[in-house]
Nanobody, 119 residues
Framework: QVQLVESGGGLVQPGGSLRLTCSVP????????MGWFRQAPGKQRELVAA???????YVADSAKDRFSISKDVAQSTMYLQMQNLKPEDTGVYYC?????????????WGQGTLVTVSS
């Protein structure tokens, strides 16, 4: 089993910024696809951003120009930089990983980190 460890969530005012971090300590498997899903209260989990080890990336339309995803391969760590946050960005953010080079990674999951955007 692969452990994904998220950090960086919290309470932020509208217009503020947060950076989420997901690390994969000591994985026996190569994690070639990683992503962030968000689940808002009462809504289904949705893909926010994803990146592959091959360099492909995806950011949902709702987050384009505000969120950016990056990956430090050497550190087995992925980042989601979020700027100009809006109340509708509130939710639990889940890190996901996959051994496939996919922009919809869903093989392994973290526990989630809560992001609350509110004044």
């Amino acid at each position: 089993q692969v452990q994904l460890v998220e950090s960086g969530g919290g309470l932020v005012q509208p217009g503020g910024s947060l950076r989420l971090t997901c690390s994969v300590p000591g994985s026996r498997f190569a994690i070639n696809g990683m992503g962030w899903f968000r689940q808002a209260p009462g809504k289904q989990r949705e893909l926010v951003a994803a990146i592959t080890s091959g360099g492909r990336s995806y950011v949902a339309d709702s987050a384009k120009d505000r969120f950016s995803i990056s990956k430090d391969v050497a550190q087995s760590t992925m980042y989601l930089q979020m700027q100009n946050l809006k109340p509708e960005d509130t939710g639990v953010y889940y890190c996901s990983g996959d051994t496939e080079y996919t922009l919809r990674p869903a093989e392994f999951w973290g526990q989630g980190t809560l992001v609350t955007v509110s004044s």
